[in-house]
Each structure stands twice: as structure tokens, then as C-alpha cells.
């Protein structure tokens, strides 16, 4: 039996795909590469906007078409649209989302189970209540879950079941899922959100912000070192309040420091409302973790940040932003902003353009606002017409991506120190990002200098000679 996993969404997606890999191989499952190799497809989603749900959809529509021409293929939905939509998502067989994650082992013994009745006899519920029944195995499990007669037709119930012989109830390999982009990892050390940004779904379909034990985050950051990651990233939706008992996040990030033996430490996302001087003293002095901080802004308008219930003035962004320069050399500050939220005006926006304009972000993700049914913003009279959001995110992304061309631009002449994580992706040249979190690319025909090879994971200095389009190009040093 094989399991295909699509991912959707942010950073935390990427790390639940990976334990879903985990649990379904320890019920004996092996992941494939091929949707049309896989008994059992996974389609991990997105709520935060609505194009990302838009694209889930379409592609689990795309999906029906295997569907048919294999009636014994089990196609999942987890992920925080299965928590938001559930079972109104039409052309799946189960749902899991987020906040029901604790319950994954057990849901993936009842798909592996359930999937295995299916195969042996594609007759229907019928026939497996009575064969199982002969053998004293079923079990119900109070769980809403949809079946197959004839192979084809699906119903929906109440109750799931489990056939006792064939749910074998393996441990998973190992209690952290296993890192699968090389070199680079993800380690969440928080889950859910309670903020409540008014535009946000966030903290309504990952539930409310729970900390995680440091022993037990430090125990993966050990098992992500022994399987060769030599970078790991710190994730919670807002991580800098991160708080274990007694222990906050710029104590989580020394324990961290003093157990990464030279590994890369990133963390994000940061939110403005919970920065502090003990935090920026923490990040300048553990030397494992880069200089690289993701703060979003949202928007250079107070009014709007009001609205946007952020809980910080434009003033005191750029405080931390003053801070963050001033303490730690070099530092990158990257940042998320959304345009067109209800009622922002032309005004506002050019407060947006301003503050983009004066802070010269390294980097920027830039939205249309999209209204989410259920968050407070949704209840606002938007106000703003597509096309003026659209026209402003344009002048938002010109004037920003102007400015991330120009910090890069800044590397020229320079040495920097990467760590390679690839290839890149047109000339398969070897890639590697510096701890600001810029990709640099080593050109391995150097006129002058002779370039030696470079491994994955191997952490080097280079020069940098030149920039095309954002990305840098580079010799290594000997
Ligand atoms: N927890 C993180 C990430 C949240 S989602 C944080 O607080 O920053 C990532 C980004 O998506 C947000 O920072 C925000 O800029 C954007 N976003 C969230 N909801 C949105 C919405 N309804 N419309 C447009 N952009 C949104
Ligand atoms: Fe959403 Fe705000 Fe929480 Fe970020 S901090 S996940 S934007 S509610
Ligand atoms: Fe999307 Fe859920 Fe992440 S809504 S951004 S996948 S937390």
C-alpha cells in the first residue's frame, strides 16, 4: 500500500505532511512520488485566503478523475480547510483537520483498515459487517467517515469501524517524522494562535495557542542533527510568545543555541506586539541563530492596524525595527503585508508605501486582503473594489521588489558565508542561502579562480561577483 501527500499553506503544513508520512509508515504504508502509483492520496490545505482554497478544491477536483478509474483509491483532506469546510468538501472520503490532530494515529489506522476492506471485498458495508462479524472483530469509533458500495457509489455515516485483524496497531518508526528536505528542517515549537487578528482564520482552525515542552523540542532538534540537517526553523504562527511554564522564547532560543553545535537556528513568525529588548539581546548573542527576523507589518496605517486588531502603532514597529539594526549587524528583516483591507483608503495605503519606503525590508510577502467568512473583518463593509486592490498591491510589489533587488545588490563585492542546500534550478549549479537568508548561487567556472566542489550541507565562503534578477552569483574562497 502506497500514500501520495499534496501540500498546501505555510511552513507548519510542510512539517504535518511530514508526520503523516511518519504514522502511515508505521502502519506499513511507504510514500510515493506518484498520485497514480498511490492507494491512498492526502491533500494537506489552506484557509488563509481564498485563492489557496481555491486551489485545493480544484485540485481534488482534478483528483475525481483517478478517482473513477480507480474506485478503491482513498483520497484524505486534512489540514485547516478540512477543519473549516469538513465534509462539504465534495469528492473525498475523510476529513481531518488541525484541531483534531491528536486523533491522526487512530484516523490512519481506520483509513489503512478501512482501505483494506475495501480491496478485499469492494461489495460494501454489508458484506464487512458480516465477515467481520463472524470473526468477533469489528469496533465502531464515534467518527464520521464515508464509505464505498460496489466499489463506487460512496454514503456517509455516522460511526467508523475498524476490522480488528487487519489494524495492526504498529508504532510509528520514530515519534518525529523524518526530515525529507535535506539539509534544512522545520521544527514547530508551537501550535495554534490566539491573537484573533480580525482578518485572521488562522486561530479558528488551528485552535489556541498551546506551547510545546523545550525537553521535547530539544530531543527533535538532537534527532534532526543525527539524520544530517544542518539547519533548523523554529515555527509557531507567533513564536516570540512561545512561553513554557517558566521558560519564554529567548530562552528557548539559548537552550537551542547551546544544543545546535553549529547548526543554522531560524524561528518564525514574530509578531510586533510581543517583541522585547531581552529577546533582541538573545538572538544577537546565540551565534547559532542568524541574523534574520520575520516581523509583520500588515500596514502602515494605524487606523487600519487598529482595525486589523494588531495590537501595535506604526511608531512601535519601527522601534523594534531600530532596535533589531542597532543590536545585531547585518540583520535581515523580512515582512507580510496586506493591501485593501475594508475601508482603507488611498491615504492609508500611501502610509503603507511610506513605512515600506523608509524600513527597506530585505524581503516581503504581499497579499490582497480576502475576506474569511467567520473572523471579525468580515463583518466590515469592505468598500475597496478589486480593481483599486489590485492596482495597489501592483504598486506595493514595484516599489518592494525594487528595494529586495537593491539589498541584494548591496552583497556585490562581498564575502558571504552559505550553507549549501541544493541545486539550483535552471543550470543545476550548487545553491546555498546565507544566514540573512539570501540564495546564492556558486558558479563553477570561474574565469580566474579555480572552484572547487562543493557538498550539500557544507557550510562555505564565498564571494559574491554578481546579481542577476534577485539572485546572487558567487565564487567559493580558499
Ligand atoms: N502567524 C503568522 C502568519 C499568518 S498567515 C503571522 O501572524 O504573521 C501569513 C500572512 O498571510 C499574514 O501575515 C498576513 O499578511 C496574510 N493574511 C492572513 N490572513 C489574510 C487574509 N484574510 N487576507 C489576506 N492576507 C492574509
Ligand atoms: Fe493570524 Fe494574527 Fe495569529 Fe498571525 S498572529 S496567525 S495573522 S491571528
Ligand atoms: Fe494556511 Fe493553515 Fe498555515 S490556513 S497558512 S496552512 S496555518
Not at 535552471?426 to 542561502?433: I, Q, T
Request: hydrophobic share 35%; charged share 30%; proline share 4%.
Amino acid at each position: 500500500m502506497r500514500i501520495h501527500i499534496i501540500t498546501y499553506g505555510c511552513q507548519m503544513n510542510v512539517y504535518d505532511s511530514r508526520m503523516v508520512a511518519s504514522l502511515f509508515k508505521g502502519e506499513g504504508v511507504e510514500e510515493t512520488d506518484n498520485p497514480e502509483d498511490a492507494d491512498i492520496i492526502i491533500v494537506n490545505t489552506c484557509s488563509v485566503r481564498e485563492h489557496a482554497e481555491r486551489r485545493a478544491l480544484g485540485r481534488i477536483s482534478s483528483l475525481q478523475k483517478l478517482r473513477r478509474e480507480k474506485p478503491e483509491l482513498v483520497l484524505v483532506v486534512i489540514g485547516c480547510m478540512a477543519e473549516r469546510l469538513g465534509d462539504n468538501i465534495p469528492g473525498a472520503d475523510f476529513f481531518i483537520g488541525p484541531r483534531k490532530y491528536d486523533r491522526l494515529p487512530e484516523t490512519i489506522r481506520e483509513i489503512v483498515s478501512s482501505k483494506q476492506y475495501a480491496v478485499s471485498s469492494p461489495s460494501g458495508i454489508v458484506t464487512l459487517l458480516n465477515s467481520s462479524a463472524s470473526t468477533g472483530q469489528v469496533t465502531f469509533h464515534p467518527i464520521r467517515y464515508r464509505y464505498r458500495v460496489n466499489g463506487i457509489n460512496r454514503q456517509y455515516a455516522v460511526g467508523s469501524m475498524r476490522v480488528g485483524a487487519t489494524s495492526r496497531l504498529r508504532k510509528p518508526p520514530h515519534p518525529y517524522p523524518e526530515p525529507d528536505r535535506g539539509v534544512t528542517a522545520f521544527l514547530p515549537v508551537m501550535r495554534g494562535c490566539d491573537n484573533f487578528c480580525s482578518y485572521c482564520i488562522v486561530p479558528y482552525v488551528r485552535g489556541k495557542a498551546v506551547s510545546r515542552n523545550p525537553e521535547d523540542i530539544l530531543d527533535e532538534l538532537r534527532y534532526l542533527k543525527e539524520r544530517g540537517v544542518r539547519e533548523v526553523a523554529l515555527l509557531g504562527q507567533s513564536v516570540n510568545e512561545y512561553r513554557y511554564g517558566e521558560t519564554p522564547f529567548r530562552q528557548l532560543l539559548r537552550m537551542v543555541d547551546k544544543e545546535s553545535s553549529g547548526v543554522r537556528i531560524r524561528f518564525l513568525t514574530s509578531h510586533p506586539a510581543y517583541m522585547n529588548d531581552e529577546l533582541i539581546e538573545a538572538i544577537a548573542e546565540c551565534n547559532s541563530v542568524c541574523e534574520s527576523v520575520h516581523l509583520p507589518l500588515q500596514s502602515g496605517s494605524d487606523r487600519i492596524l487598529q482595525l486589523m486588531e494588531r495590537r501595535y502603532s506604526v511608531d512601535e514597529y519601527r522601534h523594534w525595527i531600530r532596535r533589531l539594526r542597532d543590536r545585531i549587524e547585518n540583520i535581515a528583516i523580512t515582512t507580510d503585508i496586506i493591501v485593501g483591507f475594508p475601508t482603507e483608503t488611498e491615504e492609508d495605503f500611501k502610509k503603507t508605501l511610506d513605512i515600506v519606503r523608509k524600513t527597506r525590508f530585505d524581503f516581503a510577502y504581499m497579499f490582497m486582503y480576502s475576506r474569511r467568512e467567520g473572523t471579525k473583518a468580515a463583518g466590515f463593509s469592505d468598500g475597496v473594489s478589486l480593481e483599486v486592490k489590485k492596482g495597489r498591491l501592483e504598486r506595493l510589489i514595484a516599489l518592494q521588489n525594487g528595494i529586495t533587488r537593491e539589498k541584494n545588490g548591496e552583497l556585490v563585492g562581498k564575502e558571504v558565508e552559505i550553507l549549501i542546500e541544493g541545486k539550483s534550478r535552471r543550470e543545476g549549479l550548487p545553491m546555498g542561502k546565507t544566514r540573512t537568508g539570501k540564495e546564492v548561487i556558486i558558479k563553477m567556472q570561474s574565469e580566474k579562480c579555480k572552484v572547487r566542489n562543493v557538498k550539500m550541507g557544507e557550510c562555505v565562503n564565498v564571494y559574491v561577483e554578481s546579481i542577476s534578477g534577485w539572485t546572487l552569483i558567487g565564487k567559493t574562497l580558499e
